[in-house]
């Protein structure tokens, strides 16, 4: 999906590590919520609330799951899921444009 349509944007950003990571979000009208945002290269930890799925539309980085000690490479194109109430970390490699989806 390249666009969504009759929904709200929240006009401040939200702004993690200093500008490296920021987004804004997106409410549909059911009341779920996506954020659309950018990552500059660097590392990143994140801790959820509710659980994710992060969609990566461009970019690379490699992603540390909850639980697991391996490193994967993840890429444009690709999507993972994150459970609830954990954190998990990513080396951003290259500029990468993602939409996350919060599922709770």
Known sequence: MSEFINVTVVREANVFFNGGVVSRTVIFPDGTKKTLG????????????????????????????????????????ESFEVPANSSFTMKVLSLTDYC???LG
Not at 44 to 65: C, H, Q, R, S, V
């Open 100 to 102: 996350c989806s919060f």
């Open 38 to 77: 950018i990552m500059q290269p660097g590392e990143y930890t994140f801790n959820t609330g509710a659980p994710e799925i992060m969609e990566i539309l461009t970019g690379e980085l490699d992603l540390k799951l909850p639980g697991s000690d391996l490193w994967d490479r993840i890429g444009g194109g």
